[in-house]
C-alpha cells in the first residue's frame, strides 16, 4: 500500500475518533453546500450515522489502522484481508474473513465480495456481529457524482467498522442518492448501483474462511449472515 493511502486512512480514523469527541468529524459546512434543504437533511442524518461508533469500533478501529500501516505495499485485496482477519485473531477477536457470492436474480446481476467480520459479546452480554471492510468508500464511489452525492461520497470513511443495522442504513441512504445522482444526470441506475446489489455484497449469506494456526482455512460450512430481516435464498435477497 502506497504511502498517500495510508495517510488518507491515517485521516480516516483521525476523523471517526473526532467525531466521538467534542470536535465534529466534518468541522465546518454550510447551507451554501447543498442546493436543497433536503440534502442538507441526508447530509446530517449520514453524519449523525458515522458518529454513532461505539467503544468497541473505535477500539477495533485502532487496532486495524496500526496493521495495516505495518504491511506496506500491499493492496487493498484478498490477500491483505486474510492476514488482517489472522492479526485480529491473534489479538484476542474471533475474526473471520467473510466471502459473499450471489447469483442474477431480475435486476440484479450476479456477484462476489469480501470482507472481515468479528463476533464478539456487547456490554449486555448479547452476540454482536461488526462488519470490518478496509475499502468500504470506494464501494459507493460514481465517476460522474453530481456535487451532492460526492459530498455524501467524500464523507464516508475508508474503513468501515459497524453493525448490520448501521451499514444498512448508509447503504439504504447512500443508494437513494445515487439513483437521484444518475437521474440528474439523464441517466439509467446501472444495476450494481442498486440497494440490492450493495446489500448482496455484506448482508447475503456467506462462506467464512477461519484463521488458524497462523493461516487459513475454510470452514465445511456455510455460515448465513444474521442481520435480523436479511438472508439470501436461492440466490436472492429475501425480507
Known sequence: MGSLEEEELVQMVQDFIESESSSPMFPSFSN???????????????????????EAEMEILEIVLKHIRSKRGVQKNSGLKKWLAMRLKMNGFHASLCQTSWLTSLG???????????????????????????????????????????????????????TEEKLNKIISMLCSAAKQSFREAGLYVPPWRTTTYMQSKWLSACHKVAAMNGGFGRENREVKTKGGAHSLANGHLQW
Request: glycine letters at 6%; a negative charge.
Open 32 to 54: 451554501r453546500h447543498f442546493p436543497s434543504s433536503n440534502h442538507l437533511t441526508e447530509f446530517s442524518a449520514l453524519q449523525e450515522i458515522l458518529r454513532s461508533g461505539t
Open 108 to 162: 440484479c446481476p450476479g456477484g462476489d465480495y469480501e470482507y472481515i467480520d468479528i463476533v464478539m459479546e456487547n456490554e449486555n452480554g448479547d452476540t454482536m456481529r461488526l462488519i470490518v471492510d478496509i475499502d468500504f468508500k470506494s464501494q459507493f464511489e460514481l465517476a460522474r457524482p453530481t456535487p451532492t452525492y460526492k459530498k455524501l461520497t467524500d464523507a464516508l470513511p475508508s474503513i468501515f467498522i459497524g
